[in-house]
Nanobody, 128 residues
Framework: QLRLVESGGGSVQVGGSLRLSCVVS????????MAWFRQVPGNEREAIAS???????YYADSVKGRFFISQDNAKFTVILQMNSLKPEDTAVYYC??????????????????????WGQGTQVTVSS
């Protein structure tokens, strides 16, 4: 059974860093794309970063140069290293997975509909 579990959220001051982890189990395909999104109450889920099955990475302009996505294939864990945090980074952060075979992948990395399963989310709060 596919399962995604995020961890690493918390409260931090402006300029601080946090490292989010997403542990994935029950994956049935090997052409897997992963992504981190975030959501503030009342807003749509916002794409932050993605790493695809080839290892290519993608970032939203708002986090480029501050956030870094990586994966540990042996542990099937996706990491989001967040540096130089700002109050506007405050949100619940979710990881999502796209197990669609490569030849069927048609949606852009920042389209939430691309990802068919999500974790429960982890809260990140940045205070000034």
């Amino acid at each position: 059974q596919l399962r995604l579990v995020e961890s690493g959220g918390g409260s931090v001051q402006v300029g601080g860093s946090l490292r989010l982890s997403c542990v994935v189990s029950g994956v049935s395909e090997n052409e897997v794309d992963m992504a981190w999104f975030r959501q503030v109450p009342g807003n749509e889920r916002e794409a932050i970063a993605s790493i695809d099955y080839r290892g290519a990475t993608y970032y939203a302009d708002s986090v480029k140069g501050r956030f870094f996505i990586s994966q540990d294939n042996a542990k099937f864990t996706v990491i989001l290293q967040m540096n130089s945090l700002k109050p506007e980074d405050t949100a619940v952060y979710y990881c999502g997975i796209d197990e669609t075979p490569a030849w069927l992948k048609v949606r852009a990395w920042n389209d939430s509909k691309k990802y068919h399963a999500w974790g429960q989310g982890t809260q990140v709060t940045v205070s000034s």
